[in-house]
């Protein structure tokens, strides 16, 4: 036997990891909580751009998937990677960096998504100066990770920290890839690929964020804290080694399945189907592998709020897994997307899953690192049933309100017709079920005020043990012997499985991603369209910033009852030149994608300036500052210069004529607009003259001429 | 082997079922009002007889291993003694839901777990060397299965349909049915016969739909805001019932007018048209300047105005 080293694991990181998780937690929440009331009362936007919808949306999501769950995995990793090494982590400054270059980001999110600055990419907004933080941040967590790794006392790797090294390189590669973009300001890039290129890479990343950042890592959270939290053993070696490698490599393949029935080719389509399929059994394995290591503890469940919460956590997890392929088939599909389905479903994901599992460890952590009890295990269960009950209250409604609007959707009277044809009737609808959710949204959040409580009383009970003594011997050489399990090899080769967990991911997104980007056939040439004039771009450059997509698609699937409702199904060549691509994954507000024409300028102008004076009980924000703004025309000759370089077609030295073509284009529109009552000495100088021009060029490159005024009745 | 052949059987049954429903991707079509369900019934009644027949000819071989099982355990008795014949027949223990749950799972037992406990401790964490849930394994086949079943079927077969395939074929359905349901309705109202309907319930529809589609535009008492005023003399494109119906049903090019076909049918149409014309007259505040040309009704018209419709 070596001879045993003392050495120090550092707690106060863990600590500050859960202090920022929390806090950040209940912010995301009560953004949420706001969003939700907002599906109620419109005017709780209190009339500024900064807490309108489409702005907080990003906001939300940034803040409860990056802030809360983040700082939940680093806390989780920073407490257990050197428990399962049996060594300090290697660089206590990197840490630190770590820890506060990751707050210094969310503060950077939580100061420009509400300026609007956003890449209107899915759970990637942040603009590209933050972009490169993030990675800079990563890396330094990937450095601080792997030396401490290779610096381990303990000879082989366990699963925990096999899914750590996974869900770095993979968010490593996601991120990096993803984020390849264009700067035309500080605060303003292009993505590289656009339109269907550019919307298979989004999803490729978005739906890959789910998995190796609300999944992966918190499978290895669940692989250490189960077992501890219950002193039972894992279930199963062999299962966990299959489950593994068969969910990295099949994960990164479903992110077609966002795209289902859009113009992205069948055959990516149908990958995206069959791949969320086959992920349904290695899914299961950490769930099995969760449930079953609690064989022969489940009457302890009874009692302790820790193990009560990791169940409720797991069954959640399994419960989504199991949906998520469900919705992947394209016949559920086509009833679930764009309606509230979907958000029911990542809302037991990110509140069961990723919210109880957080809230179970840390309960767990809190009392240790203290040396002291939990100050309240009744206030704990209390939480645990405020929080379950706010989970259903949740889901139900929304369930339910997506079955809803989507049948509504497709109803048909006998003689041909939509029976709702009016899109606000879907929505008005639902009223009730919104209420209801923000009522789910509100006890969960509670719930996590009573922890936070409960969790400075217990701190205030005991004293901090910031730096905790330990011992092991040094590592020994390992030589393999026989009869040894073959995977126990790459156990001890971190490096090695770093490499073939990268190969492995990569597999699935080349196979879909390049042939989209080299086969042209993936997207059939349309003569008609052409790029966006100067003015619909600047318009549409304010539609992102507005965060319109939030509630508003531009895809019309071919359905009957789609193009019934909206025109001519959506061809992927009508959007080569969207940088980025502006699909949109809810239909919180009728399609746009050909509202080109549809109606008059001066619609569009009373429409944003109050839009219950158009469509009574409409739930949509006014728009007041679009009509006050000056557009800022200082960028368009630059924007114009970088997509020019990246392959849209404006003629030769046409950046330095745009933003003239841009203001005769203005003066069009604000001539009509006068012409229709509209009193407004500045008008074509305002941003809701470009804006207009945008929503009126949408679709209308293929779009059909009206029929003429005879009637083929 | 025997458990084997139970397991991809019961398999390949479930595929089975899996599948129909996944391979009908026509979800509108029941919305519609046709039901995908009786149309497919016969396929749906051909796959489970299969599938009963299946079940049918695993149980029989089941018994058929379970009496050659028997005639093995007597053997042994016959010839080794008591003790051995016990031992075999204890292996056979637990009811049928244990035995069938331990098949399925192939759990070893809390109570025996330290066989199967790895040599691993990581920071006092310890595994159990289970194998792999038969159920769970038999999951993961099917559904690698079913990938390459769906992939074969949908894009090297030549035979599954392309989401625009499937579009047409929704297309075509929804016309169909309606023009079957057209073909019954007597009365089709088109502007060679909409006459102005007088009925109460008829024009209280009408102000309903006025209020949901024209109100934006033509105000709530017919006032005119963004379109023209309904409750003056005055039409920019005729004031008769006849006109009003075509204005509505198509629209006005360059306008917000948009046409109302694809939205109202054309009775509802004839509803709003004949509400409308009960505004004129009225004469409600912030009523908007004449526009188009003063309207004369035509004689004719008159005796054509008394309701007939139904």
Redesign the interface.
Known sequence: MAQVERFQYDNEIVRKFIIASVLFGIIGMLVGLLMALQFIWPELNFGIPYTTFGRIRPLHTNAVIFAFVGNGIFMGVYYSLPRLLKTPMWSKALSNIHFWGWQAIILAAAVTLPLGITSSHEYAELEWPIDIAIALVWIVFGINMFMTIIKRRETHLYVAIWFYIATWVTVTVLHVFHSIEVPVTLWKSYPVAAGVQDALIQWWYGHNAVAFFLTTPYLGLMYYFMPKAANRPVYSYKLSIIHFWALIFIYIWAGPHHLLYTSLPDWAQSLGTVFSIMLIAPSWGGMLNGLLTLRGAWDRVRQDPVLKFLVVAITAYGMATFEGPMLSIKSVNAISHYTDWTIGHVHVGALGWNGFLTFGIIYWLIPRMYRTQLYSTKLANAHFWIGTLGILFYAVPMYWAGWTQALMWKQFTPDGFLKYANFLETVTQLRWFYAARALGGLMFLSGVFVMAYNLIKTAKSGSFLGSEEAEAPAREVHASHKGEYWHKWIERKPVQMLVASLILILIGGMVQIFPMLLIDSNIPKIESVTPYTPLELEGRDIYIREGCVGCHSQMIRPFRSETERYGEYSKSGEFIYDRPFLWGSKRTGPDLHRQGGKYQDSWHYNHMLSPQAMSPASIMPAYPWLIDNVLNTAHTADKIKVLKMMGTPYPDGYEAIAVDDLQKQAAQIAQRLRKDGVVDDGLETREIVALIAYLQRLGADIKPKPQATTSDN | MKNNCFKYMIAFAAMLFIAV??W?????AV???DSGFFSRLFANTALIATAILTLAAVIAVSQLLNSVTKAQQIKIYREHGLESYLEEVKKEEGSAWQRFIQRWTK?VP?AK?QDV??D?N????????????PW??A??YI??A??AV??TY??FSGSGP???D??EV??AK??E??EK??AR?AN?V??TNVVVMTDENDLALGKTIYD??C??CHGAAGEGG?GPNMTDAYWIHGGDIKNLF?TI?????G??M??W??????ADIQRVGSYILTLQGTDPPNAKAPEGALYQPEAATEPAAEDTEN
Do not use: C
């Not at chain 2, 009908?24 to 509108?28: C, I, R, V």
């Not at chain 2, 049903?249 to 090019?253: F, K």
């Not at chain 2, 076909?261 to 054309?266: A, D, F, G, M």
């Open positions: 429903p996944m009908a991707q026509e979800t509108t919305a519609a009002g759990a809390v777990e406990m790895l691993h990581y920071d006092g964490i310890r595994e159990l060397d289970n194998s792999l849930p769970w394994t999951m993961f559904t690698i079913f990938a769906y992939m949908y894009h392309s989401s625009i499937e579009y929704q297309m929804g016309e049915a309606k349901f057209l309705q089709k088109d502007e949901q589609n109100l934006a963004i075509v049903r198509d629209g006005v090019q306008t917000n948009i046409a076909s694809t939205l109202l049918r054309p």
